[in-house]
C-alpha cells in the first residue's frame, strides 16, 4: 500500500551543525519526492525535489538522497540555522498519479 | 503578491453548522487541492482538481463538498460539522507535480 513515514519524529541539532532527516517510502512505483518545510501557523513550503531517475540532488545548503534499492530518502541541511527550525515532510507521488502522499513528518529544532 | 490565498485563516464555530473556506491561486496553475492536517501534523489529501473537473475524492465524508468556479478558484463548503472535522485545512496548486501551499484555515468546531 501506499506508506511514506519517518525514522525520527523530533531532531534537536546546534547551530552550524549539518542536520540529516530520513524518509522511508513503501511504494516503489512512486517516481517523485519532494521535501517540505512547515513553519509554525504556515503552509508547506518546497525545499527541493527529486525524480526517481536521480539518486542525489543539491540545492542551497540542502541536498537530497535517493536510495530506490531500499526505499529510502533524506534531506541533508548544511550549517542549520535557527531559522531552518520547523517539521520536514517528505512527500511520494506515484507515476501518472497526481496524488502527492506526505509523511508523518520532523521537527526540527536547532539550538543557538 | 499571495500565490495561493485562502480564507478565513481561522473559523471558530459549532456543531452542526455549515461552513465554507475559500482559496484562490494567482499562479495559472491547472490543478487545485485540499489537504486536511490533523493535530499530529499529518497532512491528507482530501480533493483535486484539474481545470475545473474533480479528479481525486479520497475517503472523505460527503458533508465535504468541493466547488470550482474556474481554475484559479477551489472553495470547501462543509455541511453539518462535527467535532472531528476541527483540524488544519490547507488549500494548494500544483504546477509539474510541485505543490505550493497557502497558509492554511484553522477550523475549530465547538
Known amino acids: 500500500g501506499e506508506s511514506v513515514g519517518l525514522h525520527l519524529p523530533t531532531l534537536s541539532v546546534q547551530e552550524g551543525d549539518n542536520s540529516i532527516i530520513n524518509c522511508a517510502y513503501s511504494?516503489?512505483?512512486?517516481?517523485?519526492f519532494i521535501w517540505y518545510k512547515q513553519e509554525s501557523g504556515k503552509g508547506p513550503q518546497f525545499i527541493i525535489d527529486?525524480?526517481?531517475?536521480?539518486d542525489k540532488r543539491q540545492g542551497q545548503r540542502v541536498t537530497v538522497l535517493l536510495n530506490k534499492t531500499v526505499k529510502h530518502l533524506s534531506l541533508q541541511i548544511a550549517a542549520t540555522q535557527p531559522g531552518d527550525s520547523a517539521v520536514y515532510f517528505c512527500?511520494?507521488?506515484?507515476?501518472?498519479?497526481?496524488?502527492?502522499?506526505f509523511g508523518k513528518g520532523t521537527k526540527l529544532t536547532v539550538n543557538p | 503578491d499571495t500565490a495561493v490565498s485562502q480564507t478565513p485563516k481561522y473559523l471558530v464555530t459549532q456543531m452542526g453548522n455549515d461552513k465554507s473556506i475559500k482559496c484562490e491561486q494567482n499562479?495559472?496553475?491547472?490543478?487545485m487541492y485540499w489537504y486536511k492536517q490533523d493535530s499530529k501534523k499529518f497532512l491528507k489529501i482530501m480533493f483535486s482538481?484539474?481545470?475545473?473537473?474533480?479528479?481525486i475524492n479520497e475517503t472523505v465524508p460527503n458533508r465535504f463538498s468541493p466547488k470550482s468556479p474556474d481554475k484559479a478558484h477551489l472553495n470547501l463548503h462543509i455541511n453539518s460539522l462535527e467535532l472531528g472535522d476541527s483540524a488544519v485545512y490547507f488549500c494548494?496548486?500544483?504546477?509539474?507535480?510541485?505543490?505550493?501551499f497557502g497558509s492554511g484555515t484553522q477550523l475549530s468546531v465547538l
Open positions: 494548494a496548486s500544483s504546477q509539474e507535480g510541485k505543490l505550493f
Open positions: 512527500a511520494e507521488r506515484k507515476g501518472g498519479s497526481e496524488k502527492l502522499v
Open positions: 499562479l495559472g496553475h491547472d490543478t
Open positions: 527529486i525524480r526517481s531517475n536521480m
Open positions: 482538481y484539474n481545470n475545473k473537473e474533480l479528479i
Open positions: 511504494n516503489s512505483a512512486s517516481d517523485y
